[in-house]
């Protein structure tokens, strides 16, 4: 019967050999959609990965994009409800007034 350590030691290996095996798979997945992309002329819009790709595109149905407040860092805050991002709970803390941070063109 193999004892502890002896069985450790062979997980271990069995780990460290699961994620070379895992880092080449990897590896070929990569080559193989690379390969797709260059065969067909794919573009990341084609894939969904563009940020304006239309339909496919990350931002939620229904929501405009609209900034109210940008912060001291340029950080940036539609004014909706629920919870404050920090910074603006940090401004506030200080005593300061969102109205100074107030963006002007929704942008």
């Known amino acids: 019967m193999a004892t502890y350590l002896e069985l450790k030691q062979q ?11 895992r880092e080449q ?8 959609v690379k390969k797709k992309i260059e065969l067909y002329g794919l573009t990341a819009a084609d894939l969904g990965f563009a ?3 239309g339909p496919g595109n990350s931002r939620a149905k229904g929501t405009k994009g609209i900034v ?3 912060g001291p860092n340029g ?5 909706g409800r629920g919870r404050k991002p920090q910074w603006v709970a940090q401004v506030l803390k200080e005593g300061r007034s969102l109205d100074d941070f107030a963006v002007k ?3």
């Open 75 to 79: 950080e940036t805050w539609g004014g």
């Open 68 to 70: 109210k407040y940008r």
């Open 11 to 21: 997980a271990e290996k069995l780990l460290a050999e699961a994620e070379r095996v």
């Open 51 to 53: 940020r304006n790709a």
């Open 25 to 32: 798979e990897i590896a070929d997945a990569i080559a193989d």
């Open 105 to 107: 063109n929704g942008r």
